[in-house]
């Protein structure tokens, strides 16, 4: 597995609390009770504890430690639906429509961060991405000064060197069609979440253009969200439009990009829209053998994330600690 040593070392240092929504399904609790064994996080799991300790007892995963909450018997609940209908009074909601929308696991367990008896949300096993944002906009809302919510994946494997080749890549989950304007907020969030995995980040706005040799409405787009990303962060090698053979390949870039300070040698790429970078991603991971973690949703208040529907249980442990590390 890619090294978490770091990640867990601050989790050591100041222990944090994650909520898993899908308390009861095998994956989860066998990434819990390795949590549990190597004592740096908190797992805590939603469900009736008696089907969540029958789960675990069948599978014959430990889970002595782990809190589990039933969001059919909760002692806040009153004061979770209170909070809630003050955030979604401009909607009208009133508590008896707040009740059922609060007794699913992931509106609940969002609502256990707003309340601050955890610190982070994983959950997504058995549903979508759009069930794991929607109560996260709803509740936790956008950061100060962003408007949306993206996501990035980071690509690893290891290299020839014997060090692992690290990517990020941007956004490949959430925003289908993103303007410029998002493409810069998008660009922004990707680097400082590549930064917690030790990158430094040498960022290529992708296209099927590389410094104009095409014409068309999306490559003028990736143009200037280019120039805006770097007017924005100018500490930040950026570069762009860039074809994906210029922003990897030296040879390529000394012809289509000469001069460019990340042509050749991009390590996070910003793709025009989810189309493009959910292929790109997992023809990396498919078909170039690298190990993908994500979505990583960017943007939140919270570090709230989201699990494929077909995870595993090394997934769901190495999600649980990004999650918690970037809390």
């Known amino acids: 597995m890619f090294g978490f040593g770091t990640m867990i070392d601050k989790l050591r240092a100041n222990p944090k609390r994650i909520v898993f929504t899908e308390g009861a399904d095998p994956r989860i609790l066998e990434a819990a009770s390795r949590l549990l064994a190597a004592n740096f996080l908190t797992p805590v799991l939603l469900g009736k ?3 969540v300790e029958k789960a675990a007892e069948e599978a014959g995963y430990n889970i002595r430690g782990a809190e589990i909450i039933d969001p059919e018997n909760y002692d806040r609940f009153d004061e979770m639906v209170d909070v809630f209908c003050e955030l979604r009074k401009s909607k009208g909601m009133t508590r008896e429509e707040a009740i059922p929308i609060l007794r699913q696991a992931n509106y609940f367990g969002t609502m256990l961060i707003k309340l601050g008896v955890v610190d982070c949300l994983l959950g997504g096993a058995t549903y979508s991405t759009a069930d794991t944002v929607r109560p996260a906009l709803q509740i936790i809302k956008t950061k100060p000064g962003n408007t949306i919510v993206s996501s990035c994946f980071i690509l690893v494997r290891p290299s020839a060197t014997g060090d692992n080749e690290v990517l ?5 989950a959430i925003n289908i069609e993103p303007d410029e304007d998002q493409l810069v907020e998008i660009c922004g969030e990707t680097v400082e979440c590549a930064k917690v995995f030790g990158m430094d980040p040498h960022v290529a706005f992708l296209s099927f253009s590389t410094k104009g040799s095409a014409k068309s409405d999306t490559v003028t787009k990736m143009h200037n969200a280019t120039e805006k990303a770097k007017a924005k ?3 930040t090698p950026i570069d ?3 074809q994906f053979d210029a922003a990897v390949a030296p040879r390529v870039a000394a012809q289509k990009a000469p001069g460019s300070n990340v042509a050749g040698h991009a390590n996070t790429f910003i793709f025009p829209d989810v189309n493009a970078g959910n292929i790109g991603y997992k023809i990396a991971q498919r078909m170039g053998n690298f190990e993908a973690y994500g979505p990583i949703l960017l943007g939140l208040n919270a570090q709230i994330n989201d ?4 995870c595993n249980a090394l997934e769901v442990y190495s999600m649980a600690i990004i999650t918690a590390s970037m809390a």
Do not use: V
């Open 233 to 235: 962060y100018p500490n």
């Open 49 to 51: 504890k008696e089907d």
């Open 307 to 310: 699990l494929s529907r077909g």
């Open 168 to 172: 990020a890549m941007a956004d490949c």
């Open 240 to 242: 762009g439009e860039l």
